[in-house]
């Protein structure tokens, strides 16, 4: 079942007279159950494709289908709504919010989504104790690491279990040790049906992905099965 699409997908950048064409005609579609890794050099428009599928920004031209659904003829706030039910994201600069603590930065998905504060703070727990947080649970993103804050975010991503889970650099600051563990995480995750969009620079990671995007100056330069590809029996 098709859970994403963009189709012709286009985004320039306009700042007063100066177009930056960013996205020159995109066209992907990803399954449910893909584990999809998005490569390319820097600039090559990646966390651009991903803001745009991901519905947090519009395109310039072309189409972006959520499920079956038409993104342009969704509202703001549809979006909103569909995007905080749906998907979960991993921001290349984290995106946590200052001022609340670790606990209170991933439990925001779920309360949220109504969940009541006792229960969406042990989820929130349990999610950060996934990722070797659970002693960090109280610290405010200013007295974190770049490593332990892009942990938080990785949990904030998963713990209301979204359809599909963006991730952009998910690995960028973190050693060799904790990048594997995360990527692990992301295994563990796909094996039982999670869909997972992933931008990464690391090509050993990228070719364990069941499927690999290669970006090139805002173009799909290769897509296809990557040879290290990890083969999950389901
Ligand atoms: N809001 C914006 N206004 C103008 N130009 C932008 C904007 N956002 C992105 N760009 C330009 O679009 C191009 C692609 O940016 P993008 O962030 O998608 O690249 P990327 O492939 O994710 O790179 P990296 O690997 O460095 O994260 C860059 O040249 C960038 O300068
Ligand atoms: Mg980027």
Known sequence: MQVLQAKQLQKSFQDGAQVTAVLKGIDMTVSEGEFVAITGASGAGKSTLVYQIGLLDVPTAGTV?????????????????????????????????????????????????????????????KALSRFGMADRINHTPSQLSGGESQRVSIARAIVHQPSVLFADEPTANLDGDRSRQVIDIFHELHRAGQTIVMVTHELEYAEEASRLIVLKDGVIEKDGRPKRSKQHAR
């Open 65 to 125: 289908f959520v499920g079956d659904t038409d993104a342009a003829s969704m509202s703001m706030r549809q979006k909103t709504s569909y995007r905080l039910e749906t998907f979960g994201f991993v921001f290349q600069d984290y995106a946590l919010l200052p001022e609340m603590r670790a606990w209170e930065n991933v439990a925001l998905p779920v309360l949220m989504r109504g969940t009541p504060l006792q229960s969406a703070k042990k989820q929130a727990v």
